[in-house]
């Protein structure tokens, strides 16, 4: 098994999430993207998670630029009387492929237990979408010393038992690095990657040994190529830096 992890290539994927911004001017983004990856073709899958809203409306445009469209949340039932939600098979009617689950915005805000986010991406899976599963510790939890069992413990609530490296996509984003500028130690990050990495391989054998892990948490143009060259960091997941052609650019540009 060692022998073949080694030698294992796991394609990268760059994934921006917009959060709550984005009109539908900011179109002429992705049409940039586009531009860009047309003249330098990216050697990783691009995604960008833009508010539900927009991403009937990006679709032509992200085909013409190579680009996979997803949604940042979805409900765990088909259909039914839950206003103001989204489902699965909504997302991938408008064009997604992706959809993130279990974002540390999400588990904080709207009191999002493991529990529910497993159901999400269950949902996710039925509707023939690829779930980002999001982990990450707190401040308090890391200086408690807490980041490891933390991780293992939302890892084991949150993945459904039929994930697979085809249908699952973890992200380890820790909650003091979002939007901080703050970033762990590139020991730190190779640390966490190996201890999911692990986790995965043993509940999910070559499946676990396949799946893409991203790390997020204030990823830029400038420290993207540090970070992606991390053991068992197959990609990354971009917030604030992902809203400009540019910067997500430059960050894609680590695996050019
Ligand atoms: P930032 O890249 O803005 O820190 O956000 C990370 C994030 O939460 C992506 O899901």
């Not at 979408?129 to 949150?158: F, H, N, Y």
Request: proline content about 3%.
């Amino acid at each position: 098994m060692a022998g073949k992890v080694a030698t294992l290539r796991i394609k990268a994927l760059v994934a921006g999430n917009w959060k709550m911004n984005g009109l539908k001017s900011a179109r002429k983004e992705v049409v940039a993207l586009g531009r860009k990856l047309a003249r330098n073709k990216a050697a990783c899958d691009v995604l960008i998670c833009p508010p539900a809203t927009l991403i009937a409306g990006f679709r032509e445009d992200a085909r013409t630029a190579g680009v996979a469209l997803g949604g940042q949340d979805c409900h765990m039932q088909v259909s039914g009387a839950h206003t103001g939600d989204i489902s699965a098979a909504m997302l991938k009617d408008a064009g997604a492929r992706y959809v993130i689950v279990g974002h540390s915005e999400r588990r904080a805000d709207h009191g999002e237990s493991s529990a529910i986010v497993r159901a999400k991406a269950e949902a996710a899976h039925e509707a023939g979408l690829i779930a980002i599963i999001c982990v990450g510790e707190t401040r308090a939890e890391r200086d408690a010393g807490k980041t490891l069992r933390v991780i293992s413990s939302q890892l084991a609530g949150s993945l459904p038992l039929r994930a697979n490296a085809k249908n699952t996509v973890i992200a380890y984003e820790p909650v003091w690095a979002i939007g901080t500028g703050l970033t762990p130690t590139t020991q730190d990050v190779a640390k966490v990657h190996k201890a999911i990495r692990a986790r995965l391989e043993k509940r999910f054998g070559f499946d676990g040994a396949k799946m893409r892990i991203l790390y997020g948490g204030s990823v830029k143009p400038a420290n993207a190529a540090e970070l992606m060259a991390v053991p068992n960091v197959n990609g990354a997941l971009v917030g604030g830096a992902s809203l400009k052609a540019d910067d997500f650019y430059g960050i894609i540009s680590a695996y050019t």
